[in-house]
């Protein structure tokens, strides 16, 4: 068993706050085929469940459609003008969520809080990826599911126009980045059994390829 630890301290170093994308944001809908694979991240939820970096709220229909009458459902977004289009979508779809201002580097929950956590186009964004997957790792329960869908580094030419387009994207897309390792940082976690990892045929270049995938925190994982 894992010593328990208090969450990390929340850092005030590099405010998220990227108002003008919040603003346009849902203005720019998900190729169809991106946004059906949301469909996968909440398939058969149930329990204490956590949405790292909810945005303006995308994932929170899908999660009405298909919620359980156990579900309890959490959210965090670092940024204050995604946070409050957030709260308005889940107000318009009913859906009962505690929506916290948090990074996921510094997640506010004790050791062993959830049983689902997902990840819905996020590492990509995350100022510190590893720190991020760590705590991950820490507030799931011991058979908890990691749910992800994220855009990765792509190889050849396209790998090549990605770090090329990288600095630009970084600016007009809030942070995101085009050529990060997600998947080969997911499944290097020792803590964390592959349970399913697809590549699919989503998106649009320059962040594109898409992976979805689902890890389980191993019950005999050393975490910390």
Same mark, same amino acid.
């Not at 964004?125 to 760590?134: G, I, K, N, S, W």
């Not at 399913?196 to 998106?203: K, P, R």
């Given at each position: 068993?894992?010593? #328990? ?19 346009? $944001? ?7 085929? &991106?946004?059906? #694979?949301?469909?996968? =991240? ?9 949405? &790292? %970096? ?14 359980? !009458?156990?579900? /309890? $459902? ?19 779809? %009913?859906?009962?969520?505690? &929506?916290? !201002?948090?990074?996921? /580097?510094? =997640?506010? $929950? ?7 956590? =997902? ?7 995350? #100022? !510190?990826?590893?720190?991020? =997957? ?20 792509? !190889? %050849? ?7 090329? &387009?990288?600095?630009?994207? #970084? ?12 998947? %080969? ?10 349970? /399913?990892?697809?590549?699919? /045929? ?23």
């Amino acid at each position: 068993m894992s010593e #328990q630890r208090s969450p990390p301290a929340a850092t005030t170093a590099d405010e998220i706050s990227h108002p003008v994308f919040a603003a346009i $944001y849902d203005l720019c809908p998900e190729p169809e085929a &991106l946004e059906a #694979q949301r469909g996968y =991240l909440v398939r058969d939820l149930s329990g204490r469940v956590l949405e &790292l %970096g909810c945005g303006t709220g995308d994932m929170f229909p899908f999660v009405v459609d298909g919620a359980s !009458d156990d579900l /309890e $459902y959490h959210a965090i977004e670092p940024d204050p003008h995604m946070r409050r289009r957030a709260a308005e979508a889940a107000r318009e779809t %009913g859906l009962a969520v505690d &929506l916290r !201002d948090a990074r996921a /580097e510094s =997640l506010p $929950y004790p050791d062993d809080s959830f049983d689902v956590v =997902l990840a819905g186009v996020v590492f990509c964004t995350v #100022q !510190d990826p590893d720190a991020a =997957l760590e705590e991950v790792v820490r507030v799931l329960k011991p058979g908890g599911e990691f749910r992800f869908l994220e855009h990765v580094g792509a !190889d %050849g030419w396209r790998g090549r126009g990605q770090e090329l &387009l990288d600095p630009i994207w #970084q600016r007009a897309a809030g942070g995101c980045h085009l050529t990060r390792d997600t998947v %080969g940082r997911f499944v290097g976690h020792e803590a964390l059994a592959v349970e /399913e990892i697809e590549s699919l /045929e989503a998106g649009v270049f320059p962040a594109t390829p898409i992976v979805r995938g689902t890890l389980r925190r191993r019950n005999d994982g050393v975490v910390g």
